[in-house]
């Protein structure tokens, strides 16, 4: 009787290791997106809500808003999904970050803050998109040209823009991320574990 040698018997038990790993890191994904409270559930005094709150009470002008919207999008960067959702079904928020984007006259910084928050909100979360591109298309946001207005400002803006249209990308083909993006389906339900 033979025994394999010890390094045949490794990779196995490597790739065993590794999808254990794997098994585990899923598992401990979707126990926290069960744990993450409604926006309903969130206290008023929590930071992320104050953090919101604050942000949504910043005229175009202000000298905090860049900063605030740049500590939410540091938030929303690489967050699961039901964080994403936590962020923009704070009230008026997705509007607010889109109304930003369509400013008649945004300032330079503008743009790219308000882009890269958009992107990191929807990365990998279809839902999410759906949701942008419904308020995209309210009559009430930019007298009813919001989607225009989005269209032309992504083209006249391209390197402000170039995150965002990255992360549409890479929502619409999660698979060529498969350790983020086809885990995010997953917990959205969309994909198989």
């Not at 394999?4 to 899923?26: I, L, N, Q, V, Y």
């Not at 990191?120 to 009430?140: C, G, H, R, Y």
């Amino acid at each position: 009787s033979h025994s394999p040698p010890a390094s045949a018997a490794a990779p196995s038990a490597s790739a065993g290791a590794a999808a254990a790993s794997e098994m585990a890191s899923e598992l401990a994904l979707a126990e926290a997106a069960a744990a993450m409270p409604t926006p309903e559930e969130v206290p008023a005094g929590c930071l992320l809500h104050m953090l919101l709150s604050l942000l949504l009470q910043q005229p175009p002008t202000s000298l905090y808003l860049l900063g605030l919207a740049s500590c939410v999008h540091k938030w929303v960067q690489a967050s699961a999904p039901a964080e994403q959702r936590l962020v923009a079904s704070h009230p008026g928020f997705v509007r607010f970050v889109l109304e930003r984007l369509l400013d008649p006259e945004p300032t330079e910084p503008q743009l790219q803050v308000f882009f890269d928050l958009l992107a990191e909100l929807i990365k990998f979360n279809p839902p999410l998109m759906t949701t942008v591109q419904d308020a995209l298309l309210d009559s009430s946001l930019a007298g009813g040209a919001a989607s225009d207005l989005f269209i032309s400002r992504l083209l006249d803006h391209p390197v402000d823009a170039s995150i965002l249209v990255q992360c549409i990308a890479l929502t619409l083909a999660p698979e060529a991320s498969p350790l983020r993006g086809m885990r995010a389906l997953a917990s959205l339900g969309l994909a198989p574990p």
